[in-house]
């Protein structure tokens, strides 16, 4: 590795190309710490950011091409007798070949990110004849995202490139495996769209039967009970990760980051941003819940006991979770800027469970799809950047606070699902009436 960073710093941009045109064609090089030490060089001023980009993006372009073009010309006899030589034997031919039957084409740009993936992708795209255009509008848009990305992160971290280099490619690869799994749900609801509709209007119609309430309740109880679940086994993730001590690269690399992203410039707005997670200011969205629920009209007892529960009850649940924890703390090795971890942070917590039940109220409030719409994605901005303050402003740990959110969305989500439950019971109990 010491031999192909010392090439890099004589020569740069060449060195780039052609250690990437290799790897993509099956040699076993380092291409994505090479990127990363690119992006360190960027940093320095010794090379340029968009040019390195376009260097190592033709670069992994061509080695793709080449390999296609290989595959094509040779077509899977070739790679089922001489592919081991490759690493692209009989049994990895098969494997590829279900995972592009399964998955699709676009799974071409996630390929760049999984290791031993990226390698044979080319080839086996030539040798089973997917046609180039399609093949070169993934392959290429994937190559010059992925040398984007970990070009920029080296920028980024500068100096400390090396220390989170492993860690980077494992949160990337994660990411990839979600995007995956995105995209996987994508490419299955347009092949078995109208099956999955039926089979839908069937579990509609059912519940419907059960609640007698209308169709927009039902799926926004359901949407609720899938994004708690989520929440809830996240949560769990993250108590064993807490147990385990495991947080320490997490918060490590989030507190490097965050001052190389946000420089002092940002200094006034996290500023801003931090005094919105404030008690002032959640007093003050906790008033504005109270008019919400006078507005709404109907329900104001129901509505009014449920911001009681929410927001007494959380600080309850949150004293509750910091005492547990508190007792179970595994050993830190290490701190933050001298902050004593606390397990999910309070703040945030708090700040989860006021801002999530008055985005709620106002979403039940309002008949507007777009006004909805626009309150939660500006509300979940808002939220985003107040826990990002609260890192940049040294004032929390990153586990923390990624903690706290969690925690307390786990919380509204459940709040949410019992207030919508107790509805649909008064919904029933009326229409039996009637």
């Not at 309430?213 to 039902?218: D, N, P, V």
């Not at 971890?341 to 309070?346: D, G, H, I, R, V």
Request: glycine residues 8%; positive net charge.
């Amino acid at each position: 590795m010491d031999n192909i960073t010392g090439y890099m710093d004589q020569y740069g941009y060449i060195v780039l190309f052609v250690a990437l045109f290799l790897e993509l064609i099956a040699f076993p090089l380092p291409g994505e710490v090479l990127m990363s030490y690119s992006g360190f060089l960027v940093y320095q001023g010794h090379l340029n950011w968009i040019l390195s980009i376009l260097i190592a993006g033709l670069g992994a372009s061509t080695g793709m091409t080449f390999s296609y073009w290989v595959g094509y010309k040779l077509g899977t006899p070739f790679f089922e007798k001489y592919g081991h030589y490759l690493h692209f034997g009989p049994e990895r031919i098969k494997k590829t070949s279900q995972w592009f039957s399964v998955h699709g084409n676009k799974l071409l740009i996630i390929a760049f990110f999984i290791p031993g993936v990226r390698h044979i992708t080319g080839y086996f795209s030539g040798a089973t004849r997917i046609p180039f255009r399609i093949f070169a509008l993934f392959a290429y848009s994937g190559a010059f995202l992925w040398v984007t990305v970990f070009i920029t992160f080296g920028k980024i971290l500068g100096p400390q490139w090396d220390k989170f280099q492993s860690s980077i490619k494992n949160y990337l690869i994660i990411g990839g495996i979600v995007a995956a799994v995105v995209l996987i749900a994508i490419y299955i609801y347009k092949k078995y769209k109208l099956q999955l509709k039926n089979t839908a209007i069937r579990i509609l119609h059912f519940s419907l039967q059960i609640f007698h309430t209308r169709k927009r309740a039902a799926l926004f109880l359901s949407f609720t009970a899938l994004v708690t679940l989520a929440l809830i086994i996240l949560m769990i993730g993250m108590i064993q990760d807490f147990l385990g001590n495991e947080f320490q690269d997490f918060n490590e690399l989030i507190a490097t980051l965050i001052p190389l992203i946000f420089n002092k410039g940002w200094t006034e707005f996290m500023l801003i941003f931090s005094s919105m997670g404030s008690w002032p200011f959640l007093i003050v969205l906790i008033l504005f819940s109270l008019i919400c629920i006078v507005l709404k009209k109907q329900d104001r007892i129901m509505y009014i006991t449920a911001l009681v529960v929410v927001v007494l009850g959380g600080e309850l649940y949150e004293d509750s979770l910091t005492r547990i924890f508190h007792t179970f703390s595994p050993n830190h090795n290490f701190l933050i800027n001298n902050l004593i971890p606390a397990f999910p942070s309070e703040k945030s917590l708090m700040i989860m469970v006021i801002y999530g039940f008055f985005i709620f109220l106002f979403v039940r409030i309002v008949s507007k799809i777009w006004v909805k719409t626009f309150v939660s994605i500006v509300g979940l901005i808002i939220l985003f950047f107040i826990g990002i303050s609260f890192i940049y402003l040294k004032m929390e740990i990153p586990s923390d606070v990624a903690a706290g959110y969690v925690f307390g969305g786990v919380w509204i989500g459940l709040n949410i699902l019992l207030l919508e439950f107790f509805q649909l019971l008064k919904s029933m109990d009326v229409q039996a009436k009637s």
